[in-house]
């Protein structure tokens, strides 16, 4: 299978720029298993799509403001985005500089304090922050939201409210779930209120997760490492919906990766073994072929191109089916990508 086969052209203008004035005003396309119409719908149209006794899992991470500036002593400028909070003061990070640092070297950083480069590993460096207060809390009024590379305009202070979801609590994804993005509050009751249920797991979005596949050839393509929590309680949960006949739907592919990742941890190939109790790392790499069995719908947001994220829909509800829906999609000018429009896909007939 290669890279090329998840190919599309999209006009430039679908990339949404902006998210709407509310969060769960965006459109929903509706894909079910062919030959079955999609079915173009608003997002609030969840509360009739889904059924009492369902079961919505979301992603609990909260997106930290990973991004700094700084300089070199020798003057260059530097650019740090944070992948991953290591714990004290050090963090890994993406570097953007003329001219590899090496360890020892340390970054004058714009908001006050130092970054010192202690190693690299691959395309992250490990840096030790000298800065007056934890890093984690530092951040919050030091670092800014590194919005996703397809937005071209500088974050604003709307974007610190909207590029977190409602029911965000777990400091550490330099990215949004961006699923969970259209609900709100209101939404959120009225599906409370249909006897919907909710639960949670926590995967952390690393900055990998914008790093194109460079390999043509997809079994050549080395999956980057995102840390998750699928606890006792959601598992617990999940039985107890199936139990009585009711579906386990999730917020967004990273919520397909934690769980197949729980999954795959006690069984060790793609659908084998119960669903267990998991924390720690993944690299799990999801596509057509790779049987999908700890969801039974899924709601996304429209992928790049050639992303692991559109062959992981794709595994979900069939290539074909699923390239028919984005052409749809293009066709009825849906918005695309972080701040765009949403999909409910259920699987395809084989899954």
């Known amino acids: 299978m290669k890279k090329s086969d998840f190919h599309y052209e999209l006009p430039p203008e679908l990339i949404a720029q902006a998210p709407l004035p509310e ?8 894909v079910p298993p062919a030959p079955a119409p999609l079915q173009d719908r608003s997002f609030r149209d969840l509360t009739e799509l889904l059924q009492p006794g369902d079961l919505l899992v979301f992603n609990d991470t909260r997106v930290i403001p990973a991004r700094l500036f700084g300089q070199k ?5 530097v650019e740090i985005l944070i992948e991953r909070l290591l714990g004290g003061s050090e963090a890994r990070a993406q570097l953007g500089v003329s001219k590899s640092p090496k360890p020892g070297a340390r970054i004058a950083l714009d908001a006050g304090g130092e970054a010192e480069v202690l190693g690299r590993d691959g395309e992250f460096y490990r840096l030790r922050f000298h800065v007056p207060e934890s890093l984690e809390h530092w951040l919050l009024h030091a670092g800014r939201l590194p919005l996703p590379p397809y937005i071209q305009r500088e974050p604003g202070h709307d974007d610190d ?6 029911f965000a609590r777990e400091v550490g994804a330099v990215a949004a779930p961006t699923a969970g993005l259209h609900f709100d509050e209101a939404l959120l009751e009225r599906l409370r209120g249909r006897g919907i249920e909710f639960g949670h797991v926590t ?17 050549q393509h080395v999956m980057h490492s995102e840390w ?10 999940i039985r107890r919906t199936r139990a009585a006949g009711g579906r386990v739907i999730a917020v967004g592919t990273t919520v ?7 999954t795959r941890h006690e069984g060790g190939q793609s659908g084998e073994g119960e669903l267990q109790p998991f924390a720690g790392e993944t690299r799990l790499f999801i596509l057509p072929g790779y049987r999908i069995r700890s969801v039974d719908g899924l709601i996304t947001n429209f992928h790049l191109p050639e992303s692991t994220l559109l062959m992981l829909v794709s595994a979900f509800a069939g290539k074909e089916r699923m390239f028919a829906a984005y052409a749809h999609a293009i066709a009825e000018r849906y ?17």
């Open 23 to 30: 969060r769960s005003a965006s459109r929903l396309l509706v």
């Open 73 to 77: 002593s020798t003057g260059g400028r």
């Open 161 to 166: 409210e909207r590029y977190q979801t409602v």
């Open 203 to 219: 995967l952390h979005v690393g900055a990998g997760t914008f790093q194109p596949v460079r390999a043509e050839h997809l079994d």
């Open 228 to 237: 998750l929590n699928v606890g006792a309680g959601l598992i617990e949960q």
């Open 256 to 262: 397909v990766r934690a769980l197949e990742s729980a």
């Open 335 to 351: 918005r695309f990508f972080s701040y765009g429009d949403a999909m409910l896909l259920w699987p395809t007939a084989a899954t």
